[in-house]
């Protein structure tokens, strides 16, 4: 997943060779029985983890007893698997048009939010009544932990990270990408393997911004805490308040902001938002 690349570095006047990490990045398909029905730019690494996550957040199942198979199959496209396939149980419905309507409705640009937020009530999303407390102490943690866990960040710089923790600080799983949104469903896809969803008791922190998509998939894991060290957008913020989730941004040092559900988090003085 790591490659070493001869670069030059200029530092205060003077260029200097050097080695450099740079992390992969190479293209997934992912298909439902002979239907290709996404290409995504992954880190390689935990595949069956993000296929499998990918499903359970676009709705196409909803839950891991649903997938008869998983597995990862030669593209002779490509060099090595890059490839997952998925078949799914006899009794599994798998419409592949809902499915491409779902992507333009979460992932056009053109289309408003009030036309995204219908999407999301479409698929029956459970509302988020999970009454656990975090404390904020512990919060402000969880950053230090995460990063100090992200051992291809550490080399690369170049790596989204999720990390799935306990009510406790527990890190229960990390899983790193160049894409936040792949990170966040291999986090799922682990938890779908372990028997875990809903994760009504876990919290999930992300790096970079907590944005609509991945308020979302944290909602359709049941989710109740989302954190992320950078802002969320207004949708993200306005999707948590619909469906009861706790949503924190500018996790950093000793502060942070609470856009939605500040009742699940323990009383101090506190920046919020709601």
Same mark, same amino acid.
């Given at each position: 997943?790591?490659?070493?690349?001869?670069?030059?570095?200029?530092?205060?006047?003077?260029?200097?060779?050097?080695?450099?990490?740079?992390?992969?990045?190479?293209?997934?398909?992912?298909?439902?029985?002979?239907?290709?029905?996404?290409?995504?730019?992954?880190?390689?690494?935990?595949?069956?983890?993000?296929?499998?996550?990918?499903?359970?957040?676009?709705?196409?199942?909803?839950?891991?007893?649903?997938?008869?198979?998983?597995?990862?199959?030669?593209?002779?496209?490509?060099?090595?698997?890059?490839?997952?396939?998925?078949?799914?149980?006899?009794?599994?419905?798998?419409?592949?048009?809902?499915?491409?309507?779902?992507?333009?409705?979460?992932?056009?640009?053109?289309?408003?939010?009030?036309?995204?937020?219908?999407?999301?009530?479409?698929?029956?999303?459970?509302?988020?009544?999970?009454?656990?407390?975090?404390?904020?102490?512990?919060?402000?943690?969880?950053?230090?932990?995460?990063?100090?866990?992200?051992?291809?960040?550490?080399?690369?710089?170049?790596?989204?990270?999720?990390?799935?923790?306990?009510?406790?600080?527990?890190?229960?799983?990390?899983?790193?990408?160049?894409?936040?949104?792949?990170?966040?469903?291999?986090?799922?896809?682990?938890? &779908? !393997?372990?028997? @875990?969803?809903?994760?009504?008791?876990?919290? +999930?922190?992300?790096?970079? %911004? =907590?944005?609509?998509?991945?308020?979302?998939?944290?909602?359709?894991?049941?989710?109740?805490?989302?954190?992320?060290?950078?802002?969320?957008?207004? &949708? !993200?913020?306005? @999707?948590?308040?619909?469906?009861?989730?706790? +949503?924190?941004?500018?996790? %950093? =040092?000793?502060?942070?902001?609470?856009?939605?559900?500040?009742?699940?988090?323990?009383?101090?003085?506190?920046?919020?938002?709601?």
């Amino acid at each position: 997943m790591v490659s070493v690349a001869g670069v030059n570095e200029w530092r205060e006047g003077e260029l200097n060779p050097q080695d450099d990490y740079l992390v992969a990045e190479e293209p997934l398909e992912i298909r439902v029985g002979d239907v290709p029905i996404s290409v995504t730019m992954r880190t390689p690494g935990h595949d069956l983890e993000l296929a499998a996550g990918f499903l359970f957040t676009e709705g196409l199942i909803t839950g891991r007893t649903q997938i008869a198979s998983i597995r990862n199959e030669p593209d002779a496209r490509q060099n090595g698997a890059n490839r997952v396939r998925v078949d799914l149980a006899p009794d599994v419905v798998f419409d592949s048009e809902a499915l491409r309507r779902n992507f333009y409705t979460t992932s056009s640009c053109g289309v408003c939010g009030k036309a995204s937020i219908d999407a999301v009530r479409a698929r029956c999303i459970t509302p988020i009544t999970s009454r656990s407390a975090v404390d904020p102490e512990l919060l402000c943690r969880l950053p230090d932990q995460l990063r100090a866990a992200q051992q291809l960040f550490s080399r690369t710089g170049a790596l989204h990270a999720a990390g799935l923790f306990s009510f406790a600080g527990e890190l229960l799983v990390l899983r790193e990408d160049v894409g936040r949104h792949n990170a966040v469903d291999k986090v799922i896809g682990w938890a &779908l !393997a372990h028997d @875990l969803v809903p994760l009504s008791n876990s919290l +999930l922190l992300v790096s970079g %911004r =907590g944005g609509f998509e991945i308020v979302q998939k944290a909602l359709l894991a049941g989710v109740p805490v989302l954190a992320s060290v950078s802002a969320p957008t207004d &949708l !993200a913020v306005n @999707l948590a308040r619909e469906f009861g989730m706790t +949503l924190i941004g500018f996790l %950093r =040092g000793r502060r942070f902001v609470i856009y939605s559900g500040v009742g699940r988090i323990a009383s101090g003085t506190l920046d919020v938002i709601e």
